[in-house]
């Protein structure tokens, strides 16, 4: 009997179906692993839905990159929500890249006390030339990578780490896919200081609005400030007593409320008891005539 020939229609829900058995297969895998204390305590922690998909993300990872998964799982770390590798792990796939002949070696510079400085180098291995990267104390201090302590407790170390990172991103970068070392995340997130959080009392603070720089002499403090509709009208309350000044602007006020704010910011001021119950008097005249003594 001869077979039918398969369609494009045909062979559609057969690719599809792969496609989902694919995505099945991958999240059983990562469930397996979210509930293995092999893999670390960042990828599990949270609710099992999040450690799911924190492996299934790494799974994936793994198969663009090549490798064995457990191993992507146990070298890749997380810094303020960026994955960063370990750097000994960039450095082993680039001496197992084939891009270098050899491996990448150091060599470490102490002449200057106060600026160690460290050399990575190795062979390209298609044309036998040395490429190398330094580093050094002040670079690291230019960049802000010595706000992490570990420059101060094991500078060669870290400076062989960057070095490495360096020489790898510039001649190998397809080894690790553009994804940084966990020291390079770091060190940028430790010399990136993150603005200060807004509290509770910065943002009660009142806005300070910018305003016109005006010719002649401006108020001190301690003086009364006026804010009317008319400027000839506030010229005019500045050239009479504080007391003139004051029932201006209690005049001036829209509402009830503003009368008793003006008033008891300006009574204070008044240059005697009498002007300052005059003031009140006059206050309580303004309230009664306009809203029937409401307060």
Not at 152 to 174: G, H, I, N, Q, T
Not at 195 to 211: C, F, G, I
Request: glycine fraction near 6%; charged fraction near 20%.
């Amino acid at each position: 009997m001869a077979s039918l020939p398969v369609t494009a229609s045909d062979a559609t829900p057969l690719a599809a179906q792969t496609e989902e058995g694919r995505f099945a297969l991958r999240q059983r895998q990562a469930r397996m692993f979210a509930m293995s204390p092999l893999i670390p305590e960042h990828l599990r922690k949270g609710p099992p839905e999040v450690a799911m998909s924190n492996c299934y993300i790494a799974l994936t990872l793994a198969e663009a990159m090549g490798e064995v998964p457990l191993i992507v799982m146990q070298n890749i770390h997380v810094v303020n929500g960026k994955a960063g590798f370990a750097s000994q792990y960039m450095i082993a796939r680039a001496n197992s890249s084939g891009v270098f002949k050899g491996r990448i070696d150091w060599r470490i510079d102490r002449s200057n006390p106060q600026n160690l400085s460290v050399t990575a180098f190795a062979f390209l291995k298609e044309t036998g030339d040395e490429v190398s990267v330094t580093c050094d104390m002040a670079m690291a201090a230019a960049e802000g990578w010595t706000k992490n302590p570990k420059y101060k407790s094991m500078p060669e170390v870290m400076l062989r780490y960057r070095s490495a990172a360096f020489l790898v991103r510039f001649y190998a970068p397809d080894v690790m896919l553009g994804y940084q070392t966990v020291e390079e995340v770091s060190d940028v997130a430790i010399a990136v200081e993150p603005a200060a959080p807004l509290s509770a009392a910065m943002l009660a603070a009142p806005v300070e609005e910018e305003t016109e720089q005006v010719d002649g002499p401006q108020p001190v403090a301690g003086e009364l400030s006026f804010e009317g509709p008319d400027q000839a009208q506030q010229g005019e309350a500045n050239n009479g007593s504080a007391f003139d000044a004051a029932v201006a602007e209690i005049d001036r006020c829209p509402t009830a409320d503003a009368i008793d704010s003006a008033l008891a910011r300006l009574r204070p001021m008044m240059e005697t008891d009498e002007d300052a119950d005059d003031l009140f008097s006059h206050a309580e005249t303004v309230k009664a005539q306009r809203w029937g003594g409401a307060a």
